[in-house]
C-alpha cells in the first residue's frame, strides 16, 4: 500500500524542531512548526496549505516569514492554527512589513486560535494589505481541521506557556488493486482520486465516472478499491514533564503509526527538564510505548550533547522498548 502522508523532519536532531507532511498525488502539505524552514525548498514551500504551530517561540515561528514571502502570489489560502495567542501573532508579523502595492496579489491567510472551548479566527488578506478581519468564534471540541479523508487533533499542553500538541488522522486509507485495474484495461491517472472521493462520499452503485476514455458507474470499479486502516502521524515538543501534560500526550498520540517527540535533555539532567519545561528522552520513550504508538522519531535535543547524539536516541528507544528504566516525571 502507498501512504497517503509522506513525512519527514525539517532538520536533524538538534535544529529547529518541524515536521513536512505531503499528501499523497496532491499538490499539497502540511508543516508543523515554523522555525528554521531553510532546508525546504521553493517546491516544498508552495504546497503548504496549513501551518500548525505548536506556540510562538522563536525557533517554532521564525519560519512563518519564508512561508509568507513563498506564497504571496498564490491563490489557494494559507491556513495557520497554533494556541490563544496565534492571530495577535500573526498580526505582529504582518504589521512588521509596508504592504502598500500588494493589493492585487490573491494570498489570503486565514488564522485559527485554540481559546479554552473555543476556536477564534481572523483573516488577513492581501486585497486589504493584511488588515485583520476578526470571525466569529465557534465551539472547540479538539479538532482543528475536520476534510475528509483528514482530521487533525489536538490537545491543550503547557510549556510555562501554552503550547498544542498535533495528531493527524486519515480516516481510513483507500488501495488500488494494479492487478484488477489492468484486468478491466484501464490506466493509471487522476480519475483515481475521484473513484476515491465517490467511495468516501458513499456514491449510490449507478453514480457514473469517466475512467480514461471510458464512462463506467461506480458499481463497475468497485472490486478494485480495498478499504484498510488510515494512517496516523502526531507531533509532539516543548511540554513541561507533568502528570497532566503526560496524560494528554498519551491520550491524543495513541496508536500513532509515527510520533515525532522532543527528546531535549537526558535523564541524568532532569531537574533541569523540570525548570526549562522539556521532556527527556527517556519520558518521551516512554510516553510513546505507553501510548502504543508503532515508531518513535525524537527530535528537539539541546546543544549541550552535542557531542553524544547517540546517547539521546538510546535512551528514547530503551524507554520505548521497554529494555530501559521506566521514564520517571521528575
Known amino acids: 500500500m502507498k501512504p497517503t502522508f509522506h513525512h519527514r523532519p525539517v532538520n536533524g536532531l538538534f535544529g529547529d524542531p518541524g ?193 480514461g476514455a471510458r464512462e463506467l458507474r461506480l458499481a463497475d470499479l468497485i472490486h478494485i478499491a480495498g478499504i484498510t486502516d488510515g494512517q496516523k502521524i502526531s507531533y509532539i515538543t516543548d511540554i513541561s514533564p507533568d502528570d497532566r501534560n503526560s496524560a494528554e500526550v498519551i491520550g491524543l498520540v495513541k496508536g500513532s503509526d509515527t510520533l515525532y517527540c522532543e527528546a531535549y535533555f537526558l535523564d541524568e539532567d532532569r531537574e533541569l527538564s523540570r525548570e526549562r519545561h522539556h521532556l527527556t528522552a527517556r519520558l518521551a520513550g516512554s510516553l510513546a510505548r505507553k501510548a502504543g504508538v508503532r515508531s518513535l522519531v525524537v527530535m528537539h535535543a539541546s546543544p549541550r550533547y552535542l557531542e553524544r547524539p547517540e546517547a539521546i536516541e538510546k535512551e528514547a528507544i530503551e524507554a520505548f522498548r521497554g529494555t530501559g528504566e521506566e521514564g520517571a516525571l521528575p
Open 19 to 211: 515536521v513536512f507532511v505531503r499528501m499523497l498525488r496532491e499538490r499539497r502539505a502540511f508543516l508543523f512548526d515554523a522555525g528554521d524552514i531553510s532546508r525546504l525548498d521553493a517546491g516544498d514551500l508552495n504546497k503548504i496549505t496549513d501551518l500548525f504551530v505548536t506556540h510562538t517561540h522563536i525557533d517554532h515561528f521564525i519560519g512563518f516569514d519564508t512561508v509568507l514571502r513563498a506564497l504571496l502570489r498564490r491563490a489557494a489560502p494559507l491556513r495557520v492554527y497554533g494556541p490563544q495567542n496565534i492571530i495577535d501573532c500573526v498580526e505582529g508579523k504582518l504589521r512588521g512589513y509596508t504592504w502598500n502595492l500588494i493589493e492585487q496579489y490573491p494570498l489570503r491567510i486565514e488564522v485559527f486560535a485554540v481559546d479554552g472551548d473555543e476556536l477564534r479566527q481572523a483573516g488577513f488578506h492581501a486585497a486589504t494589505r493584511f488588515r485583520r478581519i476578526d470571525r466569529e468564534p465557534r465551539p472547540f471540541h479538539g479538532v482543528v481541521l475536520e476534510e475528509p479523508p483528514y482530521r487533525v487533533r489536538v490537545a491543550l499542553l503547557d510549556h510555562g506557556t501554552p503550547c498544542l500538541g498535533f495528531s493527524l488522522e486519515e480516516d481510513y486509507h483507500i488501495n488500488i488493486d494494479k492487478a484488477a485495474l489492468n484486468d478491466l484495461g484501464l490506466p493509471v491517472g487522476s480519475w483515481l482520486a475521484d473513484l476515491k472521493t465517490m467511495i468516501r462520499q458513499k456514491a449510490g452503485p449507478d453514480a457514473r465516472l469517466k475512467a
